[in-house]
């Protein structure tokens, strides 16, 4: 018990300082708490109870739950020519790329480099999420359009981890048939669960919520899948209800990024092993540049056809990774694919593209921060506003 109240202070510490070093700096927390879990991961050398491990892993999905939920069907359909063209190149080149790198380059075998080529064509929802609500572009044309292209890049990586890897087995249809019923079925309960249980201080929705991710988690697990992927169409599925109540997004935000995403981000950084990185620095060089070069390749001259004055800040956005590249690396490690120096070196390069893109477009393209629609919450009779993300001055 000790070394685990150990382990929480240091994180809760952690936390804190990550969202004053955003605010002076004008970044994402959680890039800022990646660097941190880094530091803390090869200076403290902490343990991973398995608490945080629970923690970690149910703040990635239900920050790509909420995902899910900022991405407008109406928009999607409005701009799902750019949308799907953007997303399955930003996949394709890398993909390609990386995993001939891998084979033929650093003579891996073929699983090996497969699961390579998978954990970098990823982008990550989680950190565009995350920057384009911090900086307000979440409600905007190009902040959908980014969400949308993400939505569809991260679609492609699951399929292809599914379709070379994983075994099916009779779970998985139970986990799909859970998914689909949550995906129709939830929608269609708003008016009755929100006239009976909504506006309370208890949360029901919240807690509802929270009890269909869990259990696609569990099932997931049980099938050997993951289930990010139908969090977020489950996210999609429940954004008109989000629209309808912003109240509730808004208290969902607060729990999510108060508590559960600083633990995603904090874990993914002490992941990563100094030591074998440095040993290992040739190659992280190389397929940290084979990742950005062919994602911008690919998504660039797209993006200067469907935003042209947001070309840049699109391309960067769509390099950064982190969600589903430490999930397939993660995969790749427990089933005996790829050894621990080439997973420390994989997710090394996943958390350098969550930083590096993420500090470019922030700091020398990102539109100009945009109006958000301010969430007003209720608590003991008194209205708390959020304010949109501001950047400091100097």
């Given amino acids: 018990m000790e070394a685990s109240l150990y382990v929480a202070m240091t994180l809760a510490v952690a936390i804190l300082a990550a969202g004053m070093i955003s605010v002076e700096l004008g970044l994402s927390a959680a890039i800022i708490e990646i660097v941190l879990g880094v530091v803390l991961g090869n200076t403290l050398h902490l343990a991973t109870p398995e608490w945080l491990t629970f923690l970690a892993g149910f703040g990635g999905v239900v920050l790509t739950f909420l995902a899910g939920a900022e991405v407008d069907p109406a928009e999607f359909r409005a701009t799902w020519r750019g949308s799907l063209l953007i997303g399955v190149l930003s996949f394709a080149a890398p993909f390609v790329a990386v995993m001939l790198v891998c ?116 099932l997931g697990d049980k099938a050997n899948s993951h289930a990010v992927l139908p969090a977020f169409l489950l996210g999609l599925a429940v954004s008109r209800t989000f629209q309808r109540h912003p109240t509730t997004q808004g208290r969902f935000r607060v729990v999510a990024f108060a508590l559960l995403t600083p633990f995603f981000f904090l874990r993914s950084g002490m992941n990563i092993s100094l030591p074998l990185v440095w040993a290992n620095l040739g190659l992280l060089g190389v397929l940290l540049l084979a990742k950005l070069v062919f994602k911008s390749a690919s998504v660039y001259p797209l993006a200067r056809r469907f935003v042209p004055e947001h070309a840049p800040f699109t391309t960067l956005l769509m390099s950064t990774g982190l969600t589903f590249g430490t999930i397939s690396a993660t995969y790749g490690l427990t089933a005996h694919i790829i050894d621990r120096a080439q997973f420390s070196v994989l997710v090394s390069v996943v958390v350098l593209t969550a930083v590096i893109p993420t500090i470019i477009a922030q700091r020398f393209f990102s539109p100009a921060a945009q109006p958000v629609r301010q969430t007003r919450t209720i608590l003991r009779g008194r209205s708390w506003e959020y304010p949109p993300f501001r950047r400091r001055s100097r």
């Fill in 103 to 218: 084979r033929y380059g650093f003579a891996w075998d073929w699983r090996a480099a497969q699961i390579g080529g998978i954990a970098l064509s990823t982008t990550s929802l989680a950190v565009v999420y995350a920057v384009l609500v911090e900086t307000g572009l979440n409600a905007t044309p190009i902040g959908k359009l980014i969400m949308s292209a993400t939505f569809v890049t991260d679609l492609s990586t699951v399929i292809a981890l599914s379709a070379l890897f994983i075994q099916p087995s009779l779970w998985l249809v139970p986990f799909i048939a859970a998914a689909v019923v949550f995906i129709v079925v939830m929608p269609r309960l708003e008016m009755w669960f929100f006239a009976r249980y909504g506006n309370r201080v208890i949360e029901p929705e919240i807690k509802g919520a929270f009890a269909a991710l869990l259990m696609l988690m569990w």
